[in-house]
């Protein structure tokens, strides 16, 4: 899997676009300003963003090319990003410390999701909020990007049981067209939600 996505960011081309997810783009400004994790950031579109708009920005990837990309885009807008590579459980981030998390299609295997989506929730503070947009199991008829593993994507359910002790001010299965970067392109359909921890 990191050879994988190694060779996916190693390209000159971003695999994914430099504008933000517009689900995000659209949701962020719910968030006040403060400390925000971005996991499975990749060339770090969104982290970037999140960065001009002032807020403290961290994220994280498997990929070492994808951080590479990601430093790059930071230094043409002229912004930091605390940008770390590795699995989230090395990373030693504190508990209690983020104001928010964005997940954008992080699709990590299905034997560790649920244990992955539990830790990055001990690292919200109460009331710490959570964007996420995902590729739903309808994703698999169609053609514009994702796991082709059913167990990769994801429904309504698995995002209640994989998020436990939040409060969702919205939950939904779309179908959207994307339009990022040539791996993003086309009519998919999406589980996307807001939330907040309760505790």
Not at 42 to 65: M, P, T, W
Not at 168 to 184: A, C, P, W
Request: proline share 4%; net charge negative; hydrophobic share 40%.
């Amino acid at each position: 899997m990191i050879d994988f996505w190694n060779e996916r960011y190693a390209e000159e081309e971003y695999a994914y676009g430099w504008q933000p997810n517009a689900f995000f783009k659209d949701s962020i400004a719910e968030i006040p300003k403060g400390k925000i994790l971005f996991p499975a950031e990749g060339e770090g579109r969104n982290a970037v963003f999140a960065a001009q708009l002032g807020y403290e920005v961290y994220a994280f990837d498997i990929s070492k090319e994808g951080k590479i990309k990601a430093d790059k885009l930071a230094q043409k807008y002229d912004v930091t990003l605390d940008y770390r590579v590795g699995n989230l459980e090395a990373l030693n981030y504190p508990e209690n410390y983020f104001d928010a998390v964005i997940l954008i299609y992080a699709h990590v295997p299905a034997e560790v999701r649920t244990a992955f989506c539990q830790h990055l929730l001990r690292l919200l503070k109460p009331n710490g909020q959570i964007i996420f947009e995902g590729f739903s199991q309808e994703q698999l008829n169609y053609t514009s990007g994702g796991p082709k593993n059913s167990e990769m994507l994801f429904s309504e359910s698995q995002v209640k049981h994989d998020f436990p002790n939040v409060a969702f001010d919205s939950l939904s299965t779309e179908v959207i067209s994307l339009d990022e970067g040539k791996y993003h392109h086309g009519l998919g359909s999406v589980v996307r939600f807001r939330a907040r921890k309760l505790s």
